[in-house]
């Protein structure tokens, strides 16, 4: 079931809890896949899952960051108000105060000069290593990921998705992908650790007034697994991330040990994007991903 908001259902939700609260103004922030975002008296984002796989990565967001609140130099959203479960969603919303500072767009960032762009790298390697180091007391046996687990599961999804609709010699030629996934030790050779997992532009803060970066938000797809994890957006070179270059000088500030390794992950994973676009644009009913994802599928 996936749910949608209003202002007014907003309103309403949130004085059930916290009859005390006065909302003088609602103001959507962004709906995604997952979540609906509002800003309520231009001072508190609250945050909405739209089902329950977003309303359950909702709960784990919320005792992670309950958890790192104050543990790291770059500040990430700290909790103010947590709706209680009803009977469709085990978490119903988060509130947080407002952090400062304007979203750090690819146009907002290619505007800055060289030396602000290379201090916006230092920051963000220095916030990951943090974040990567961190070690939580609760928690983490629900967070881990198993990224061969995952790759299989995705296996099994497209072969009730798009098998039946494939010739012999497109399923011959997933299926010896699959394997070779699966026999690439390279892939699953890391010490997991806690990573933010959808570490995009969109999700980076920025104060202009000092030119650092001032805030990390969105951590629904929180995780303990793969620290590469963390590279991938910052590697891709699209429209909506800072370029292959930026995310090389992040790598070479964060110390990593095997950028050659991160790299090859990067390439693989712009290169699985087709299988991601058919599987969630089922999931998520979006068509137009599905039927692109599968038409290049068709023509690797």
Request: hydrophobic content about 35%; overall charge negative.
């Amino acid at each position: 079931m996936r749910r949608t908001y209003h202002d007014m259902d907003v309103v309403k939700i949130i004085n059930s809890g916290f009859p005390t609260f006065r909302i003088a103004t609602i103001k959507t922030l962004g709906s995604g896949h997952d979540s609906e975002a509002y800003l309520i008296n231009n001072e508190f984002v609250f945050k909405f899952p739209k089902h329950e796989k977003a309303s359950n990565n909702l709960y784990k967001e919320t005792k992670v960051l309950l958890e790192i609140e104050n543990k790291l130099r770059i500040p990430t959203p700290k909790i103010e108000f947590i709706g209680k479960p009803n009977e469709i969603f085990d978490m119903y919303f988060i509130g947080y105060r407002k952090i400062a500072g304007d979203i750090l767009t690819p146009t907002l960032f290619h505007s800055l000069s060289k030396q602000t762009q290379e201090q916006i790298a230092i920051d963000i390697a220095r916030f990951l290593k943090a974040l990567h180091s961190m070690k939580l007391l609760h928690h983490a046996k629900e967070l881990e990921q198993d990224k061969k687990e995952k790759y299989i599961q995705d296996y099994n999804i497209l072969k009730k998705l798009i098998f039946p609709v494939l010739n012999e010699d497109e399923k011959e030629k997933i299926k010896r992908m699959y394997k070779e996934i699966a026999s690439n030790h390279t892939f699953f050779h890391y010490h997991k650790c806690l990573i933010h997992n959808d570490f995009s532009a969109d999700h980076i803060l920025f104060d202009k007034n000092i030119g650092r970066v001032c805030g990390v938000i969105d951590f629904g797809d929180v995780a303990i697994s793969d620290p590469d994890n963390d590279f991938m957006y910052l590697l891709e070179d699209s429209e909506e991330e800072y370029g292959k270059d930026f995310g090389l000088k992040v790598l070479k500030h964060y110390n990593h040990p095997n950028i050659d390794s991160v790299m090859k992950k990067s390439d693989f994973h712009e290169f699985y994007w087709c299988f991601e676009q058919v599987i969630l644009g089922k999931e998520y009913g979006y068509d137009d991903w599905y039927h692109e994802g599968l038409e290049r599928i068709r023509n690797l």
